[in-house]
């Protein structure tokens, strides 16, 4: 067995109704306890979920660590997590969302894949859907199988985004078409664009040879700032952002099958088969993550893309801008207040992108065979 160092850090905010079902999935890894450190920090949490992670905190006592740290004030996911990360030890690290559950031999399957190659960044689980009504009580247990949540990041020739797999049933040797031409199979481990934000396993190396420096008013600090999530983006693509810089300074992220956890994505509860299921989910968000969505994914392109690779794929990046535009005209306008915001913060942005293609290690080319 893998006797690897392993750091889960947890970040969260008011998850009183999840967070005992994921600890007791962190408290029933395989992999020896001795060799796993947890760190979670609370964002300023206002319900009982202190209350919940104190009162469990003795369970977890032959784990290497059980450390908690209890912010006034939200921090943001990533940031949160970089803050984490000050205070992790282990060769490889788990960015724990507090509605995903981990299946037992997650920590110890995940570690056996991650550790066959030095220059693998980061793993990207097999995620399933789940919902808070199929757990009885207390037991977190749910039957492997069902529908897909993620199996990671797929990106197309538009810049279109999307989670491979997403409600897709996973019935034994399966496929889903990302592309027309093109198929994902859920039951081979394989290499995919980048990992994405609800139960990444990240090396910890890998993490820190992303850092870059900032300043933002999101920082914990005032003036220049190292930074490996993107303190500008506060929530919401900063997984994204992170996944594609990895990528492009030479890291390889691969989706591993045996690596099993669910996530209950509220978001996406309901899959949207008509345009008018769309508009429900997307009213069902908050503006500020619809603001978010729009100029963050944005920014993750113009600090990560070649300028050569975006040439090449203009008439599919301006038909969907343009797509997009009629679309936020005429049912959600209010996104444009961003658009301000956008521009203020666009300087910065570009210093960032300056940083980032002094160190690139992935060419052009070697990026573009990811577009599909």
């Not at 369970?59 to 290497?64: I, N, T």
């Not at 810049?159 to 027309?180: C, L, M, Q, W, Y």
């Not at 008013?217 to 490996?228: K, N, P, W």
């Amino acid at each position: 067995m893998n006797d690897a160092l392993i750091t889960i850090n947890l970040v969260v905010l008011n998850g009183e109704k999840y967070v005992r079902h994921c600890l007791n999935s962190v408290k029933d890894q395989t992999h020896p306890h001795n060799r796993i450190e947890l760190n979670i920090l609370d964002n300023g949490s206002v319900d009982s979920t202190k209350t919940i992670i104190k009162e469990m905190a003795g369970e977890f006592s032959d784990f290497l660590k059980f450390n908690l740290i209890e912010n006034d004030k939200n921090l943001g996911m990533w940031p949160g997590q970089e803050k984490l990360l000050e205070h992790s030890a282990g060769e490889y690290v788990i960015i724990l969302s507090v509605d995903v559950i981990l299946d037992k031999d997650f920590v110890s399957n995940a570690v056996k894949a991650i550790s066959k190659d030095e220059k693998i960044g980061a793993i990207q689980a097999k995620v399933y859907k789940y919902d808070l009504s199929d757990l009885e009580n207390e037991n977190y247990k749910i039957k492997t199988g069902g529908t897909i949540d993620t199996c990671g990041f797929q990106i197309f020739k538009s810049r279109r985004i999307i989670n491979i797999g997403h409600g897709e049933k996973d019935n034994g040797p399966s496929f889903t078409k990302v592309s027309a031409g093109k198929q994902f199979d859920f039951n081979k481990e394989q290499e995919i664009f980048a990992v994405e934000g609800a139960v990444p396993v990240f090396r910890k190396n890998a993490l820190e040879n992303c850092r870059i420096m900032g300043q933002s008013e999101g920082s914990r600090e005032a003036g220049i700032v190292s930074e490996i999530a993107d303190h500008d983006m506060f929530w919401y693509a900063e997984d994204l952002d992170v996944a594609w810089r990895m990528r492009l300074f030479g890291w390889k992220q691969l989706f591993v099958p045996d690596v099993i956890a669910w996530h209950d994505r509220q978001t996406t509860k309901n899959l949207s088969r008509t345009f008018s299921d769309f508009l429900k989910i997307r009213r069902r968000l908050s503006l500020q993550k619809r603001r978010l969505e729009w100029r963050n994914i944005r920014f993750t392109i113009i600090k990560n893309d070649y300028t050569i690779n975006i040439l090449k794929d203009l008439p599919h990046i301006l038909k969907r801008e343009i797509m997009m535009l009629g679309y936020i005209i005429i049912f959600e306008p209010k996104i444009l207040a961003e658009v301000p915001t956008f521009f203020r913060l666009l300087p910065r942005i570009l210093k960032k992108r300056g940083q980032i293609m002094k160190r690139r290690v992935a060419g052009p080319e070697e990026m573009r065979r990811w577009f599909i």
